[in-house]
T-cell receptor, first 109, second 113 residues
Framework: KNEVEQSPQNLTAQEGEFITINCSYS?????LHWLQQHPGGGIVSLFM???GKKKHGRLIATINIQEKHSSLHITASHPRDSAVYIC???????????FGQGTRLTINP | NAGVTQTPKFRILKIGQSMTLQCTQD?????MYWYRQDPGMGLKLIYY???????DKGEVPNGYNVSRSTTEDFPLRLELAAPSQTSVYFC????????????FGQGTRLTVV
């Protein structure tokens, strides 16, 4: 079993829908990142969370330390949101960066 | 511009050749990472460093070496390149002590023939 599990692995939705991607982890962590990778291959960091909730535009990320769970939400989804979304946890102790397998999101017009 | 600079962007190596992928960050981040991404696959951690002078193995360290003599630089060395090392390589840095996001290099597409 992977230390960081994401669901779903693939998600297709219509433009405007509310999107949720989940990430569960089984190890102690000091922080968790949500990343976005577009088909061109570049990786962009969306959020770094150690507790609570963060919001940036249409993106919201939450983390529940007790339940070892994080979610990434996209409101009013748009075709340009189509990408692979990856959660990555910084293990504690040790500080090793452990990746989920990614969620491939496709938003259709 | 602040960020992670990774070079080269593309490289073709012959089997048995060696090369160094360079990674530099100017944000004074303590954590730096190297990982690889095979076609259609997820990211796998090769090596990481939590500060100058400290390096540790990730999931797939065989065939690679790293050093972290300064906070800014974290080069990845490939010795005796093999076709199995054909991949896209990414360098990243972050600093959890300052609640900062992770920054990624643009990637190096390496082909070993």
């Amino acid at each position: 079993k992977n230390e960081v599990e994401q669901s779903p692995q693939n998600l297709t939705a219509q433009e405007g829908e509310f999107i949720t991607i989940n990430c569960s982890y089984s190890v102690g962590i000091s922080a968790l990142h949500w990343l976005q990778q577009h088909p061109g291959g570049g990786i962009v960091s969306l959020f770094m969370l150690s507790s609570g909730k963060k919001k940036h535009g249409r993106l919201i990320a939450t983390i529940n330390i007790q339940e070892k769970h994080s979610s990434l939400h996209i409101t009013a989804s748009h075709p340009r949101d189509s990408a692979v979304y990856i959660c990555a946890a910084i293990r504690s102790p040790g500080e090793k960066l452990v990746f989920g397998q990614g969620t491939r999101l496709t938003i259709n017009p | 511009n602040a960020g992670v600079t990774q070079t080269p962007k593309f490289r073709i190596l012959k089997i048995g050749q060696s090369m160094t992928l360079q990674c530099t960050q100017d944000m004074n981040h303590n954590y730096m990472y190297w990982y690889r991404q095979d076609p259609g696959m997820g990211l796998k951690l090769i090596y990481y460093s939590v500060g100058a002078g400290i390096t540790d193995k990730g999931e797939v360290p065989n065939g690679y070496n790293v050093s972290r003599s300064t906070t800014e630089d974290f080069p990845l060395r490939l010795e005796l390149a093999a076709p199995s090392q054909t991949s896209v390589y990414f360098c990243a840095s972050t600093d959890t002590s300052r609640d900062t996001e992770a920054f990624f290099g643009q990637g190096t597409r390496l082909t070993v023939v």
